[in-house]
Each structure stands twice: as structure tokens, then as C-alpha cells.
């Protein structure tokens, strides 16, 4: 399956796409369809033959045979019918099967700055909300477009058999119909597209109401959440009314022209079968097909309908799909071949899309392999932003970064991701066991041991014991059901089992207690003998065994050393070191 | 996957239609007076329908077998009015029932939403987010077809059914009869596979739900996933779930495939009876051919209903199926009302935990008899291991969970005795865990609209030297800030947390490992803000960095869920116990060098 939107489809030539692997079952329901219609236009010409044939009071045979062929209309009918259902459904199905997959493959590729910026809620809503109407499309739509074509191709030529003159003057009305259909067609696809983009909103006000109900709860706003997202729903019910006017008005109006086309039917049929022109068995066979055709006028009506909602909702998918992903900017799909996790940066600046600031100006070091980097530094200065430069969530503005010698630039992204294991600053945890989130990058899940002894290196291991299922204990929804100290640990023993060359720590000790930061640090001095470790920290006794400290302040390196030497230095480190001493000094004083 | 916290927990109610749709009616009740409207509307549409073929089967029989082209034409003007009608009133109740659908929709969402906002926090730590928003989304609006398109519809449809029925038995009893006789086979048929697409569809909404919990979850941490390389893995789990949610659903479709056939395979074998019969009828000159003309309109008239009921049916099956997990939802437990209770206004002497038990879950305390005060004015600093409960105090005093055993006393007044609303607002939490909603700072600070103080919030920015941070956002206060703050850094995050807290001018102020994430610097300001906006106020600080603590009075050891030692920072230095032992750690041993 290689659903792309590389070369910018429109929704038409990808609704294509979508159903080209299933064009097998599209044409057996085709099939299916056709042998359902033509078994369904015989019962008016049976109908015929059974009235004249009373009419001419003939004997009881004819009537039974007439009966019989209904009958047999009818099975092969039914028969077909469960057969065109299940190809042209079960076709859709699949088919918004692949759209889903596709997407969310597509949004796993999806770089760092398109989640910051996109509403959780919004890509939920597009992925079930959308998906829905498109598969109304692909499904009941396309079945509807078939048949009705069917009909339209196929019942005025009978009616013209039948009576030429009378079938023409029966159609007249039907001129109305593509004027209303130009008339309508946009305005659907406009309403709808709002409505949907309506429905994204509530999902998202209610995904982010819900992610933070201890907020809500704790500062008692649930009411004016609740008329936040009333006001929400309003708008939405606005959008759907705006939509449900046209469509209220635009069905019952395609089958009024149908209904007039036998209004006429029935005058001037009725006066030539008087004046003898053609038979009444005739007259009541007409009668009969234009009620059939009014089905499929009022198809049309729906098909339009549901036709320009799901183009609306398609465009919504595509431009998840038309997002660049991140490995877009990959230079090259070779292999680095530099070897070893030394780090150098030269001459870095970087401002974030949007941004009124640059967020890093200037960053230049180097930091050989097995070696560790400190950095702190004030709120914002711009700490976590040099690692993710470092990783590739971003790409600097300017400047290079080199890891073994080679430009991160020209390694691609994925063998650059191999390098690093992260403890990211806001510890993420999925709502599976503990084990299952400490193996996470493991191919193996099944491992407890492998499982426990990371954690007991993340200083994890007490706490697991405390409780009843250990290791396999089920974490809810962000692991709400740990401290913020365990969640931490968890986080790090997670980046401890990736086992990378190069550790990076944001902050990972901030909500742990200083007993089990020393044994955290310790453990991780051991394994520093083999990575490259990079510890972001406000607390300074982590930094201080670092090869290289960085003190960052406004994006630029404000300070640079071993904490020796700034501490020779006595600048802002120093300051920032004597304040966290000088507490401990007047404390024991 | 049998183990997920996503898998949906099964929905076995009973669930009986007319149970379900008892407890839509006062959804329903306040819009009676439109569906009443609409339902008029369908009825004499029902009429205006039955009427025209009557009108058919007169003309041809008075106007063009009776050779009367005058009466022709009065039946061809009224055979034009009738459609007229029908497109007037069809219009008419399509878009009443469009509106109404919605409304009725817009205040079941809303009811949906609210009931979700009263219910307890230890609900919300076993459901995921993604599992809600399905609800309040996809299965409401599932709902809302029943209301907006099925359920008049259908009514309608009935009415049409019975008008026709009841007509063909008066026009002619034994014909009419011969027509009816086979409806009674496509009930037990519509009735035995609405069971069956009942369950499929009840699996199908559940899988929705599971799915769409599990991309909230991946979507949320995508960087993660992206870091670790886990995007193989992720898309191999989330495929796992996307195929079920398909394969239930073609489920569905192969059961609701069988329904239309047989209404074709019902309609042939009474149409067949109706020409043999009627014909031979005809020819015995008991009916004339005008009316069985009229009765095979008729019995075509009929089964057009019947075929539209039968469409219907998956309508109805995947609204019952939603139906029941919207009211499951509703009918969880909601907390007690926020306002009964004593108000809480002013704190006159302490608060006192006295011998207090608390656990999540039965098999795990995590607060052992715990007893403490704290006095009025006070500061008092919670220290200890992580996982030793000091979020869970706070928790408690919020009144987030309910404690088991044991006692806080507020004044010497049961802290349940207060109520919730007064307790929240009073007591200002600092959450270790800090949520920042989408919207600008000030949204952010002041949470609801109608709390927006702008003097305050020049206040809050002075007093917490945020000037700073405002000056790098592109566009001041005003910046939009994204989903959980993503575009801001986590120590920025925090100080909003603090300000939000500030805002409300807290009686009790608890500080979550409020300063975490922030460098000693701002530590600094924070603490001498803090100081000088709650001077006279109780305050509760738990943290891990004990240069936070140390303008604390008195200081708590926590181990375990149990206090362990209190005292002032000289008097547990001296005693040479837990707190000596953090302190050497972080101050002496220089990081055990
Ligand atoms: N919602 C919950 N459901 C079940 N167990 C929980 C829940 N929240 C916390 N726990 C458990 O209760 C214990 C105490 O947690 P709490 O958050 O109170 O610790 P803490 O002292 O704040 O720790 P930290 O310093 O790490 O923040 C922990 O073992 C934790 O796993
Ligand atoms: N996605 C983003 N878009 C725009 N600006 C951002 C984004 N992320 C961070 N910033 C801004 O960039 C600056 C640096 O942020 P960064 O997260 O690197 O700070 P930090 O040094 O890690 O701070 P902290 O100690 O609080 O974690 C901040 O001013 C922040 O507001
Ligand atoms: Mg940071
Ligand atoms: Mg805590």
C-alpha cells in the first residue's frame, strides 16, 4: 500500500487511488449491479403483459407465468443484491482501512514542530470524523452513482420504446435538473467543510478540557468550560443548519420535477390512451418507470450531497498527508561514515518558526566521545532547544553540527536517531505496563529481567518493589497513577535500556529526591564510561563532574568550561554555584 | 493487547430499546413542540402520499377508461396539487428535523460534557482522554442520526405502512389480506439479524473508541516515539487496531447486507399474489381493473417503506450501540454537589491530619496514619522520597480523592463538612504536573473569562519578574500558546502554573515542586514574591531541593506514607536522622566526589 500525496492529488484523483487496489471487487459489484437492474426493470414489462392480459380477459395461465416471472426477478434480484452490498460496503470499509493506515503512518513521520502547533484533537477528528464521510462516499455513494447511472441510462430508452412521443413530453421537466445541481454543488462543499472544521474544534476543546481536568477541577472552572464548549457546539449547530437549508430544500425539489414529469405523463398519456394512441398496459408500464426513475433523482440529489462532503473531508485528510515529513530534509540515504559519538558545534544559531527571537545564537564546542556535557543555565535560554537541534527535531538556521565527524545534516534521520537516547524534560509515558514502557525501544518486550535491571540503575527499583504487580503494574493514560518522581525514573530507565552512544538528560532529576538523584548519578557516571552524556540541569552538583559546562543565558553560551575553571572565572556560574552553597553554608551556620 | 488499559471495558447492560429510548425522552421533551410540528407534517404527508395513487387509479378508471377528458384533466390538476404538497411538506420536515436533530444532539453533547466535568478525578486516571472524546463526538453524533434522519423518518414510514395497509383491507378485505399476509416472515427475519448487527455494531464502537484512545496517546507523544525509533513498532500496534475496528465493521455490513434482498424476495411473492388473485378477481368482475391498478400501486407503495425501514435498521442498530455507551457514561458516579457544605472562607487556627489512611487501590496504602498541624500563618515544608505520598496530601486536601480513615480537620471542622467548591478555590495548588491549555497568557493565568483582572495580572508579571519572558514571545501577552505549551520552555510553564495559582488568592497556598524546573535565580524571585504575596497566608511546600524549603518554620518528613521526623531545619539537623541524611547528600558530599 503506498498511499502518497507527494505530487499534491486532488481529492478526486486520490479517492482513485484509494480504490485502485480494490477495482477487482468494484467490478464484480458491478456486476452484481447490473444483474440486480436489469432484473429490476422486467417487473413493470411483466406488469404490462399481466394487465393487458386481463384486460383481454385472457386465461388464468398467463397471469401465473407472469407471477413466475416475477418471482424469478425477485431471487435473482435478492441474490445480487447481498453481493453488490458486500463488494461496494465492504470495499469502503477497506478502503478508509488504508486512508487511516496511511495517515497514521504518514503523521509518525510528521517532524516535532507540526505537533507542537496542530490541536490532538483536531487530527482525531480527522481521522474518524472525515474518514466517516469519505467512506460514505466510497461506499453507499459509489453503489448509488452506479445504480443510478443504470436507471438513467437505461429506463428512458424503454420509456421510448414504448412511446416515444410521450416519453419526450414526460421528460421536459427534467431540464431543472443540472441547473439545480450547479446552483447547490458549491455551497455544499463550502458548508460542509466548515462544519467539519467545526467538529475538529469540540473534539479539540474536549480533548484538551479532559487532558487537564486537575486544572479544572483544581481551580473550580468547570462552568466556564462547560459554556466555552456550549458556545463550541453552537457554532457547530450554526455550520450544520447553514448546510441542512440547502439540503432540505434541494432533495424535495428534485423529486418534485420527477413528480411533475408525471403529472404531464398523466395527462397526455391519459389522453392518448383515450384517443386510442397507445395501450393502457402501456400507459400504467410508463407510470411504473418513471416512479423508478424517481429514485434515482432523488440519488442524484444525495449523491451530490454526499459527493461534495466527502471531497471536503478528503482535502481535510490530504493536508495531513501533504505535510512534509521530517525526513524529507534528508540530504542523502547513505550511511555516515564517520564513527564515534564526539560532538562538535560550530558557530549554531537558530530561531524557532514564528518566533519574535532568535531562540540560539552562536553556539560553538566540542565535546569528545565517553566525555559529559553540563548545561544550565535560566529559564528559556534556550537549553532544551540545543538538544533538539542536536537530535534533528529542528534544523539549525545556521551553523553545523557534527557527531563523528560527519554534518548531521547529511546523516538521515533515522541512523541520527539510532545515536541518541533521550530523557525528554516533560516525561511522556504510554498507558502500557512498566515494562513494556521501559523496553520500549526494544525489539524483545518480553524480557523482565532486562526490564528490572534498568530500572534498578534508574533508582526505580524500591519503588517497583512497593508495589503489588510490579514490574507489570498497567500505567494509565501519561502514567497518572505514578509520583512525578516515578514517572522520571521510568522515563530514564527507558533511555538507559535504548542504550545509545550518546545520553541526553533534560532535567531528569528535577522531581526526584537527592538520595536517589546521588545513586541515579552515580549509576550514571558507571555508564558515562562508555556514552557521550549530555546533562541539562538547574541543580549545579549534577553538572559539576562534566567534562564541559556550558552556561547558556539568552540563547548564547554566557560561559563555557570545567566547573573549576568557572568557578575561577567568578562570573555567572560562579554566582549561580555560590548561591546554591551559600544556602548550604548559612543553613549549617 | 489483551492487557491495554485501552481496550474498551465491555458494555453488557441488558440494553433495552425501550429502556434506552425512556431515557432519551427528556432529551426529546424540551423540543416536543417541534417534533410534534414535524410529526404533523409527516402525517399529512403520509396522506398527501396514500391519496395520489387513489387519485390515479380515479383517473384512470373515471377519467381515461370513462373516456371523460374533462375529469382527466380535474385529476391531473389535483394529481399536480398533491405533489406540490408533498414537496412543500417534505421540505418542511426535513429541515425541522435537521434543526431539531441538532439541537436535541447539542444539548445531549452538552449534558454529556457537563456530567463528564462533575465526575471524580480517579475516574478520569482510569479512562483515557481519547475514549471520552470518542464518546462526546462520535457516538453522540451517531445518536443524533436517529433523531435527525431515522426516527420521524421511520415514523413516518410506519404511518405510511399502516395507512396503505389499512386502505388495501378496506378497498378489499380478501385482496387486502392476500397482499398483507407475508409481512409477519420479514419481521422474524428484520428481528433475528437486528440482534446480530447490534453486537457487531456494539464491537465496532467499541474498536473506534480503542483506536481512537490510542492515537490521542501516540499523537501526544509522538517526539518520543520518534526519538526511540519506535515509528515500526507504533504503526504495527495501531494497525493492529485499525483492523479490528474494520473487521467489525464488515461484520456489520455482511448482516445488514441480507436485509434489503429479502424485502425484494417479500415484495415479488405479494405482488404475485396480488396480479394472480386480483386478476382472477378482475376477471370474475368482483374489482374492477382501475382497482387492482390501485392495489399494485399499492403494494409497491408499500414495500417502498418497508425497504427504507429496512435501510434504517443499521441506523437505529449503531445509535442503540452508541446509545448505550453515552448513558453508561452518564451513568457513572458523579462527585457530590461542589456547593453543599459549609463554605470555607477564612482559616482561624490550623489544619490538622490526624491519623489519616489512604490508598489508590485496596492492596497498596500509600498514606499510613499520618498526623500532623499546621498553624495558621505558617510555613511548612513537606521533604522526603520520591513515592512517599506528599502529592497524594495535597490531593486529598483538594478533596480530589475521597481518604478512607482517619481525619483532616480544618479549625477543628471536618474537611468534609466544607464543601468542594470553596475548598478548591481556597486552597491554591501548584501542581507538580503543570497543564498549560491552548490561548494566550492571560487566558492561561486567569482560566475562565469572567475572572480576567488585568491589574492583577500586571501585578502577578511584576511581582514574578515575568517581564523577561513576555519580551521574547513574539507577540507579548497576547501570543497564542499551543497545546500543552508546546512552544514555550518547561520552567516557563511552571511560572505560569504560578502565577494561575496567585491569581486566585489562595487562603492555603501548596507548592507542588513548584520550582523544579526553574534555576535558582528565579527561585529567588519566586520565593520573595511569594513571600510578599501570602505573608499572612498558610503555605504547604513540597519539595526535593531543599534550598527551596529553607525559609520554612517547620519542615515534615515523609517516608513511606509515614511522617518519620518534623521539626525546625537546626532541630532535624541535630537529631542526625532522614533529613540530616538528604541535607549531606546535596550540600556536602559535593555529588559524592
Ligand atoms: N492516581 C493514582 N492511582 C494509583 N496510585 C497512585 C496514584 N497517584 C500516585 N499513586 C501512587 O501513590 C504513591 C504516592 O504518590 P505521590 O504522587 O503522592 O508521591 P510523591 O511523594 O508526590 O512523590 P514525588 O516526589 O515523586 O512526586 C506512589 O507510589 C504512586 O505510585
Ligand atoms: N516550539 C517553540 N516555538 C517557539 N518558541 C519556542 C518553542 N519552544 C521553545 N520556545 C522558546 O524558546 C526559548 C528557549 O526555550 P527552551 O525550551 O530551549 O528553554 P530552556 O532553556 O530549556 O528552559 P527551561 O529551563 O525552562 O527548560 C523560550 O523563550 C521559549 O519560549
Ligand atoms: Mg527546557
Ligand atoms: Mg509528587
Redesign the pocket.
Known sequence: MTLQAENHPTPQQFTVQLLAPYKKYLLYGMASLIIVDVADIMPPVILKYAIDSIERGQNFATLAWCGLALLLTAAIQGVFRFFWRQFFLGTSHNSVYDLRKALFAHLLKLPF?YF?RTRTGDIMSRLTNDIQEIRFMLGIGILVVLDASFYFLTVPFIMLWLSPKLTLITMTPFIMIPVMVVMVKNSIHNRSRDVQARLSDLSSRAEENLSGVRVIKGFRIEESEISRFNRCGLEFVRDKIKLANIESLFHPALDLVVAFGMVVLLYFGGNMVIAGGITLGSFIALESYMLKLSWPMMAIGWIINIYQRSMASMERCLQILREPPATAADQQQTEPTGTGAAIEVSDLSFT????AQP?LKNISFKLGEGQTLGIT?P????????LRLLMKMFHPGSGQIKIGNVDVAQIPLKSLRELFAYVP?ETFLFSESIRENILFSQENKDQPDVARSFADRAGLGSDLRDFPDGLETMLGERGVNLSGGQKQRVSLARALAAARPILILD?CTSAVDTETEQKILASLRQNARRSTCII?S?RMVSLQNADLIIY?DN?EIAEMGTHQQLLEKNGRYARAWQRQRLKAELEKS | MDDSYFNEDDIKAPAWDSGLAWRMWPYLRVWRSHFIVAVVLVLLGTAVHIGLPLILGKAVDLGIKGKDYGLLLHYVILYAAGHTAVFVLSAARSWLLQYTGQRVLHDLRNALFTHIQKLPISFFDRTPVGRLVTRITNDVATLAELFSAALINVSSEICILFGIGGMMLALHFKLGLAALITTPGLFYIAWFLKVKMRDAFRLARAKLATMNASLAENVSGMSVIHIFNQEPAREAKFDQMNLELRDAELTSVFYNSFFVPAVTVFTAITLTVVIVYGGWLVSRNEISMGLLITFIAYTQAFFDPVRQISEKISVFQSAMASAERVFALIDEQPEPDLLAGEEFKTLHEGIEFRNLNFAYTPDKPVLKGLSFKIRKGERLAIVGHTGAGKTTLASLLKRFYDYQDGDILIDGVDLRKFSRTSLRLKIGLIQQDVNIFSGTLLENIFLADDRFDNQKFDNIIKELEMESLIS??PEGINTQIYERG???????RQLIAFSRALATDPEILILDEATS???SETEAIIQKAVQRLTSQRTSLIIAHRLSTIRNCDRILVLHNGRLVEQGSHEELLAAKGHYHKLYELQFSSNGGN
Do not use: M
Request: no cysteine; proline share 3%.
Open positions: 514542530h507542537s524557532y518558526p514564528e518566533a531562540g543555565g529559564v528559556g535560554s534556550g537549553k532544551s532547544t540545543l524534560q532535567d541539562v538547574h547558556l540563547g | 521574547k514571545l508546546s512552544n514555550i520552555s518547561a520552567g516557563q524546573s526553574v534555576d
